[in-house]
Structures are given as structure tokens and as C-alpha cells.
């Protein structure tokens, strides 16, 4: 939700809403909290629009930032002129709408907030670049649209990879379903989105001879074949791996399973449906610290119907312990969540290089403290979402350096977006048919 000097209002434009959702992001609030709000307030002919229009001017933010930059001598302190100015320059620049309704339309937004006196900057900017729009359009699509201390990092970390690594980033992600194996198997369900004429494809997923459904064209979650009867669900090719990765080892019967830092709930879903045909579970607990969000998985799980399948609890991994330890411990870690900027493009607003180093921190009391709670023996996979080397790689060698009786365990990914590290695979959103950017590391707790 939003505040109510920003609110959204039905009255208002469909741009001056855009506007005000860039605001309230601007001031801190995440896309997902907002654009529920916007898209509620809009008619269903124009949701497709500004849902674009949004999504757009965010994930080119940076570089369009950049070109507003190079045509001011001082930035404008109502950071709503900025958003305006921002989205219309992506409008300008990305989307069909003729030059004059672009320059127009934007202008009758920032009236309608009461800004004026942002009309005139905004107009001469607008049509500096609608002039020499060839030269703009060709300067803006060079490098990445990131904030500069994030392209440092990744420059340093990806140097390899760096620059289609920036480009794909600015794209919007592709959409994987993982087929529910209780109700139907991955090339049944493909024959029900050929009879339903939902282009897919299937492709590897990167680990033993495993495959994934890739949709190949814009399809409603809501209306693929079976959806709410539990036989699908959306999961990104790279998450897909944990479950997997999983049944690569000898586990024990009767296995004991913690799921930390749980929610939404995917790969808790996952393990769940891989449960019994693959793994001979006797418990799961599934655990976060933040309620609401274990409202969601409730939720999946119960479309799944794998609701009485975990004891999940709202707790904190920094100091929860158990009586009786865990055979595998998989724990998707808080991070700064860089690879899943093309999905949640605020990311590269919100995100801070103080907010990554306290995760770091954070990342690092849940290890030693999990720790604790795993059997001599057992197994720990490590999982996060994100593309920097200090919150992946750097961390699980700092652990290891620090903890005597954990070794790391072997396994093996096989695409080429799947890269392999001192310790662990680091995944790269290189490609349009690629996950997005996730880390994995295994590690087994031994007798010293």
C-alpha cells in the first residue's frame, strides 16, 4: 500500500498513476506492494498499457536516467518530475505512441498531479530528444541500465560475462512451469498445452536429464490447463534445480527436512511433490520469519494439494533450534536478489551496496546457527538469488575457512549459463531462454 499524499486515484490519468507508482517506488516501496493498486484502478483497455509502461521505464531506468542527465545542468528536486520525465522518455524512445501524443500526454499527467511547474523542463527535454530521436534511441540500447556501484560489481565479478549479462538484465524474464509429477508428468502436460494451442518449449534444465516447459508467448497463469487442480505451477528454470540437485545424493530413509527461509513456498513445493517417489520423507519443516508471507504459501500449498505435507512455522533461522537435527538442511538465503531483476526491475532502484553488506552479515548468522541443527552426516544446500560473488561463492568459502567439520560436496550442471566455482555453480541470466541469476552450494557436515 501506498501513502495518501500518493495515492492512486481512477480519476487520474492512466500516466499520471504510472507517475505516482514511480514516486511511491522511488520513495522505497516495492513494485510488488504496488501494483496491485495500480492495475485495480485502471480499465481492463488500459492495464496492458501502463502495466508496459511501468515495467519499461523501470528496467531501463538507469540508462534513461542517463540520457535525461546528459541534457540538464541540474536535476529536478520533485523527484515526481523525475519520474515523469523518465517515463516519458521510455515512452518516447521504446514504445509506438506517436512523438506529439507522447510529449502531450506526459504534460497533461504532471498537470493533473499539480506539478506545472514541472510542464516546461519536462517539454524541452522531451523534445530535444523527440528530435534527434535515431541518435537517442541508438545511445540509450549501448551497455546496461544498472546503478552504478551494482555494474562495478558485476564488472568484477562476471568480467567474462559482463556486457551480455548488462543487456539481458534489461530484458523482461521468461516464464517456466514445474509439472506437479502427483498429478501428471512433464510430457503429459505438454500434450494439454498443445491441445489448449499454448506455445511452449521444452528444454534441459541443466542437471542429470531433467527437462523444463518454457511458454513461448504471453499466456494468463490463471488459464493454463489444470492450473488451480494443482498439476503446474510457475517456477524459474534455475529454482527448479534445488529439488534435484537433492535426488542426486544417497539419502537416508525416513529423512528428516528443513526448508529455511521458506516462503513464497516453490521449492518447498517442489520437494514436497518429489516426496515418496523420490525421497522417503518422514518430516518437513518449512520455516520464515515474516507471516504475511507464509500466508502465500499456505496458499500454494493448498492449490497442490500438499498442504498436510510440511509443519510450517514462523521463526527466525538466526536462532531456531530443533531437539532432534535434520538429515538436509536447504536454505534459500536472504540476498540482495540481483538476479531476479529482470522480474522485479525495482530491485535495481531499491537495492543498496549497505543493504548488501548487512545480508551478508545476515547470510552469515543463519549458516552458523542452521549449522547447529544438522546431523553428523547430513547435508546443507545453500541458495540464493543473487549475482554477486561476495553473498555466493566468497560466503560459503569464509564458512568453510571458519568451520572445521563441513567439507563440500560435488555435483554437476551442465548448461552453459550454469557456471561452476571453487565451491558451488553460480547461474547467469545470459540468454532468453535462460533462469534467472541463482547460486547453489552443497555442503555435508562431518565427524572432526
Not at 536535476?75 to 502531450?104: F, H, K, Q, R, W
Not at 552426516?377 to 549475482?387: A, F, Q, R
Not at 550454469?418 to 547453489?440: A, E
Request: hydrophobic share 40%; charged share 20%.
Amino acid at each position: 500500500m501506498i501513502g495518501n499524499d500518493m495515492k492512486i486515484n481512477p480519476q487520474l490519468p492512466i500516466r499520471a498513476n504510472v507517475i505516482l507508482t514511480l514516486e511511491n517506488i522511488k520513495q522505497g516501496h516495492s513494485l510488488s506492494s504496488l501494483l496491485d493498486d495500480l492495475l485495480t484502478a485502471l480499465k481492463d483497455s488500459q492495464k496492458g498499457f501502463a502495466h508496459q509502461l511501468l515495467l519499461g521505464t523501470l528496467r531501463h531506468w538507469h540508462a534513461i536516467s542517463r540520457i535525461g542527465e546528459s541534457l540538464i545542468k541540474q536535476s529536478p528536486t520533485d523527484i515526481g518530475i523525475t519520474c515523469a520525465l523518465n517515463m516519458g522518455l521510455y515512452e518516447l524512445l521504446y514504445m509506438n505512441t506517436p512523438d506529439y501524443a507522447v510529449i502531450n500526454e506526459t504534460l497533461n499527467a504532471v498537470k493533473s498531479l499539480n506539478k506545472n511547474y514541472g510542464v516546461g523542463f519536462i517539454n524541452a527535454i522531451l523534445r530535444k530528444v523527440a528530435d534527434k530521436k535515431a541518435k537517442f534511441t541508438k545511445k540509450i540500447q549501448k551497455n546496461h541500465s544498472l546503478p552504478n556501484w551494482l555494474a562495478k560489481e558485476l564488472k568484477q565479478d562476471w568480467g567474462d560475462y559482463y556486457e551480455n549479462l548488462g543487456q539481458n538484465l534489461r530484458k523482461s524474464a521468461p516464464i517456466f512451469l514445474r509439472v506437479n509429477g502427483k498429478f501428471s508428468t512433464l510430457d503429459k502436460y505438454a500434450d494439454l498445452l498443445n491441445s489448449a494451442n499454448i506455445a511452449h518449449q521444452i528444454l534441459p534444465l541443466g542437471v542429470a536429464d531433467e527437462r523444463v516447459i518454457k511458454l513461448t508467448a504471453s499466456q494468463k497463469v490463471q488459464s493454463l490447463p489444470h492450473f488451480q487442480d494443482g498439476f503446474v505451477s510457475v517456477q524459474d528454470r534455475h529454482a527448479q534445480l534445488c529439488g534435484h540437485i537433492l535426488k542426486t545424493l544417497d539419502l537416508p530413509k525416513n529423512l528428516r527436512l528443513l526448508d529455511a527461509c521458506t516462503a513464497p513456498g516453490g521449492k518447498l513445493a517442489q520437494l514436497l511433490e518429489l516426496s515418496n517417489d523420490v525421497f522417503h520423507v518422514e518430516h518437513i519443516t518449512a520455516l520464515d520469519n515474516d507471516e504475511k508471507r507464509l500466508n502465500r504459501v499456505h496458499d500454494n500449498l493448498t492449490r497442490l494439494a500438499l498442504a498436510d505435507g510440511a509443519k510450517v512455522i514462523c521463526a527466525d533461522a538466526t536462532n531456531y533450534r530443533t531437539d532432534v537435527s535434520f538429515d538436509v538442511i536447504v536454505l534459500d538465503a536472504p540476498c540482495s536478489a540481483t538476479g531476479v531483476i529482470r522480474r522485479h526491475p525495482d530491485i535495481a532502484l531499491l537495492r543498496t551496496e549497505q543493504d548488501v553488506i548487512q545480508t551478508v552479515a545476515l547470510q552469515a548468522d543463519i549458516l552458523q546457527n542452521l549449522w547447529q541443527n544438522l546431523m553428523v552426516g547430513g547435508y546443507l544446500l545453500y541458495i540464493t538469488c543473487s549475482l554477486l560473488k561476495i553473498e555466493n561463492e566468497k560466503q560459503i568459502l569464509n564458512f568453510l575457512a571458519n568451520t572445521p567439520n563441513a567439507k563440500t560436496v560435488d555435483f554437476g550442471l551442465n548448461l552453459p549459463s550454469q557456471i561452476k566455482q571453487t565451491v558451488g555453480y553460480q547461474c547467469l541470466p545470459l540468454s532468453d531462454d535462460d533462469g534467472d541469476g541463482f547460486y547453489y552450494a552443497l555442503l555435508q557436515k562431518v565427524d572432526r
